[in-house]
């Protein structure tokens, strides 16, 4: 039997059964395609060994494919009414355990333990950026990610130098991005504004560059991106000062040379091993801002 809770007439009945108008704040928009939904569920390779974590069941159009592919399936809905409706409609589901949560607020570590997993989700778009940082930054991190988000969003974070972003930065550092496919908002009940896509993010066994602390590394390039249009020279000086460091511009156009960064460069030209080079050769002049 095909899955029973893609169609668009069962997730309308369910919504009227609820007696539930879908929320925008949550990100609401259910999947009625049955075509994507087999897209994310290859992509995501499930086999019976695997721990998948779900973000936003829903109406469980997803959950009813990750329960029979995977061997466990954790589920975090942050609306009541549809954890308790998921919660009696897989009754019968051994392996499906559903969280009533905020995901932000739960730490992956306490479902899976220190277990590989998987995370797999039609992500509520208003946590896109929140939530892949929340997963990405987890200890432990999932070894593979397949999430709908905004095609836009999508797009800017498997962008190449010269179109990189702190968001591209903060994902490639950990992860590997692809786009599994793109999405056309009639994929969805209700259709939201924008279209989307697939990301799949595997992640790597250790970033492509070595920073001994990842938060001052990410301020620098923060800095960088404060002010994107503007030539390095003047951007990071800048950027930094509104980061509340200041530093003098010489000195860090001097930093950019030594890091064999032209500092006629905009941010966005940059690679991840090049702001790495950067960083370093800011190191000197951070440590006495920060003193300062
Ligand atoms: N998986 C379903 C599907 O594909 O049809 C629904 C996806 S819908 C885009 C996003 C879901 O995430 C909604 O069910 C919404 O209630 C839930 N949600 C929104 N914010 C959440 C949060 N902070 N934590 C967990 N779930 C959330």
Redesign the pocket.
């Known amino acids: 039997m095909g899955n029973p809770y893609i169609t668009p007439g069962r997730v309308r009945a369910a919504l009227n059964t609820l007696n539930l108008r879908p929320s925008r704040d ?6 009625i395609d049955a075509q994507v939904l087999q897209q994310i569920v290859a992509a995501a390779a499930l086999t019976p060994e695997d721990v998948v974590i779900e ?5 469980g ?2 959950t009813y494919e990750l329960v029979q592919h995977a061997g466990k399936v954790y589920a ?4 009541r009414r ?1 954890a308790a409706r998921l919660r009696d409609e897989f009754r019968a589901a051994a392996n499906l355990e559903v969280v009533q ?4 607020r739960v730490d992956p570590a306490t479902l899976v333990g220190a277990a590989p997993y998987k995370v797999v ?4 778009y ?2 896109t950026s929140a939530a892949l940082r929340h997963f990405l930054e987890a200890v432990p991190a999932p070894q593979l990610m397949v999430v709908m988000v905004q095609r836009e969003v999508a797009e800017r974070i498997v962008a190449q130098p010269p179109d990189m972003s702190v968001l591209a930065h903060a994902v490639q550092f950990y992860a590997e991005p692809s786009i599994v496919a793109r999405v056309p908002a009639e994929a969805f009940l209700p259709a939201p504004k924008v279209d989307s896509a697939v990301l799949r993010l595997v992640r790597r066994p250790q970033p492509p560059v070595a920073v001994d602390d990842v938060d001052a590394f990410f301020r620098t390039i923060k800095a960088g991106f404060l002010q994107a249009r503007k030539k390095l020279a003047n951007a990071l000086p800048g950027g930094l000062a509104g980061l509340g460091l200041r530093v003098d511009k010489e000195a860090v156009v001097h930093a950019l040379v030594a890091a064999g960064v032209d500092p006629n460069r905009r941010a966005e030209t940059l690679t991840l091993q090049e702001w790495a080079r950067v960083h370093a050769a800011l190191g000197p002049l951070l440590a006495g801002a920060r003193a300062s």
């Open positions: 949550l990100g609401q928009n259910f999947l973000v936003g069941p829903g109406l159009a997803l975090i809905e942050l609306d549809l949560a905020d995901v932000l989700a039609n992500l509520p208003q946590i």
